[in-house]
């Protein structure tokens, strides 16, 4: 079911935000977003999200740092980040999947494969 996955994407680019955030709520996902570091930092670590979709941030070591404050806050979050062109080498720890930013088929399938490896997911997807 749909409604029962919990997106958080983040994205430097606020009108890039506002329209992945319309997609994924248009198929009934709950979603979270944010700009940055802070805005990441404001929502509860009460809240769980199957997902954390991570649009490309520069520099690199920012978008590392943003990963490395979703794991920490959000342990059971799997980390989907989105590439532009050739997906960059990922860092396992970091992030568990990566997929082409401009294919909404191939970014909505990720989504569902990583929120069925969600440690906490109470969805049947």
């Given at each position: 079911?749909?409604?029962?996955i919990r997106i958080l994407t983040v994205s430097q680019d606020e009108r890039?935000?506002?329209?992945?955030?319309?997609?994924?709520?248009?198929a009934h996902y709950y979603v979270r977003t944010a700009n940055d570091?802070?805005?990441?930092?404001?929502?509860?670590?009460?809240?769980n999200f199957e997902v954390a979709v991570l649009d490309r941030i520069d520099p690199a070591s920012e978008l590392d740092e943003l990963a490395r404050l979703i794991r920490k806050r959000w342990p059971k979050t799997q980390i989907l980040?989105?590439?532009?062109?050739?997906?960059?080498?990922?860092d396992d720890a970091l992030y568990d999947d990566c997929v082409d930013a401009f294919q909404?088929?191939?970014?909505?399938?990720?989504?569902?494969?990583?929120?069925?490896?969600s440690t906490?997911?109470?969805?049947?997807v």
């Open positions: 079911m749909n409604d029962l890039l935000l506002e329209s992945r955030a319309a997609l994924f709520q248009k570091y802070r805005q990441i930092q404001s929502i509860s670590e009460r809240e980040i989105l590439s532009k062109a050739t997906p960059p080498p990922l909404v088929e191939e970014l909505f399938a990720g989504v569902v494969r990583l929120a069925a490896r906490f997911s109470s969805c049947s």
